[in-house]
């Protein structure tokens, strides 16, 4: 199984993205998917998670301007991002598992990441 996320670029401050992750394979779906960021130099840490019936979290940073859905008809994760920031600025990666290890930051599943800058 392959995570593969795409959607990322370049955005001015106050711009949206929208960032998609599909798994690739025969994917059995994990309790929870979520996506991380990291930025350099610091920490990879989980910004927003979705479990199985569809309840969501985030982080407070970005409450109210993220949201993360999925499909799974299609197995594809969505992060739609608005009210970007110079600090939103990260590498963002897509993971898949347990809840306790993903919000632990140790997923079963990782994509390759994208990369979003906004300026």
């Known amino acids: 199984v392959q995570l593969v996320e795409s959607g990322g670029g370049s955005v001015q401050a106050g711009g949206s993205l929208r960032l998609s992750c599909v798994a690739l394979?025969?994917?059995?779906?994990?309790?929870?998917m979520a996506w991380f960021r990291q930025a350099p130099e610091t920490e990879r840490e989980w910004v927003a998670v979705?479990?199985?019936?569809?309840?969501?979290g985030y982080r407070d940073y970005v409450m109210g301007r993220f949201t993360i859905s999925k499909d799974n008809a299609t197995n594809t994760l969505y992060l739609q991002m608005n009210s970007l920031r110079p600090e939103d600025s990260a590498t963002y990666y897509c993971?898949?598992?347990?809840?306790?290890?993903?919000?632990?930051?140790?997923?079963?599943?990782w994509g390759q990441g994208t990369q979003v800058t906004v300026s």
């Open positions: 394979g025969v994917f059995y779906r994990r309790h929870c």
């Open positions: 979705i479990t199985n019936d569809g309840t969501t």
């Open positions: 993971a898949a598992g347990e809840c306790v290890e993903v919000v632990g930051g140790r997923p079963e599943l």
